[in-house]
């Protein structure tokens, strides 16, 4: 089955840019989707189709996806930033949805 | 608006069934299939299938195969997820969410149900 691998952590000072990876193999054929979930609310889709933003994301989040890894870029950080964060992507070859095992991203 | 109104929170026995139920307002249901998706506490996101609400056609996880069954009901454009033989392990919040094609992303989501499996 298709694996999706983040870091568990990634820390961040207030207005320095954040960086979450996910690795999957070749995952750049695929589309890649991001989501930020706050502790006790469901996800939220932040970045969709490796890089485009649906309609109420700051342009502080953008996506990039090449290879064998896809980024997700949250520039100028805000304490309100600090969530969890997936990455998802439907592996064809299975018929089955896929998401990274999370990134929980600290705004020091 | 969209809306995504899942069942209330339950608690089972290990070895009982549960059924959660999502119900869709705002748009065309047959035009979106529908995830399911589990989150143990503190632990991150687990896909577990998906139906296509206009034919009822399905995929699961393969760790679910056997357990899950999930279904429609057009009249009322609610899916519902049934898991069975619960076990500790099946304790989580269970989300429901709408994608206009397979390979897109959830764009809405509801608000989650609580499972709880305790003797």
């Known amino acids: 089955s298709y694996v999706l691998t983040q870091p568990p952590s990634v820390s961040v000072a207030p207005g320095q840019t954040a960086r979450i990876t996910c690795g999957g193999n070749?995952?750049?054929?695929?589309?890649v989707h991001w989501y930020q979930q706050k502790p006790g609310q469901a996800p939220v889709l932040v970045v969709y189709?490796?890089?485009d933003r649906p309609s109420g994301i700051p342009e502080r989040f953008s996506g990039s996806n090449s290879g064998n890894t896809a980024t997700l870029t949250i520039s100028r950080v805000e304490a309100g930033d600090e969530a969890d964060y997936y990455c998802?992507?439907?592996?064809?070859?299975?018929?089955?949805?896929?998401f990274g095992g999370g990134t929980k991203l600290t705004v020091l | 608006q969209v809306q995504l109104v899942q069942s209330g929170a339950e608690v089972k026995k290990p070895g009982a069934s549960v059924k959660v139920s999502c119900k869709a307002s705002?748009?065309?249901?047959?035009?979106?299939?529908m995830h399911w998706v589990r989150q143990a506490p503190g632990q991150g996101l687990e896909w577990m299938g998906i139906?296509?609400?206009?034919?009822?056609?399905?995929s699961y996880a393969q760790k679910f195969q056997g357990r899950v069954t999930m279904t429609r009901d057009t009249s009322t454009s609610t899916v519902y997820m049934e898991l069975s033989s619960l076990r500790s392990e099946d304790t989580a919040v269970y989300y429901c969410g709408r994608v206009q094609g397979v390979i897109m992303p959830i764009d809405y989501w509801g608000q989650g149900t609580l499972v709880t499996v305790s003797s």
């Open positions: 998802q992507v439907w592996d064809s070859s299975s018929d089955h949805g896929v």
């Open positions: 705002g748009y065309t249901f047959t035009s979106y299939y």
């Open positions: 189709d490796d890089s």
């Open positions: 070749n995952i750049g054929s695929k589309s």
């Open positions: 139906i296509n609400p206009s034919g009822g056609s399905t």
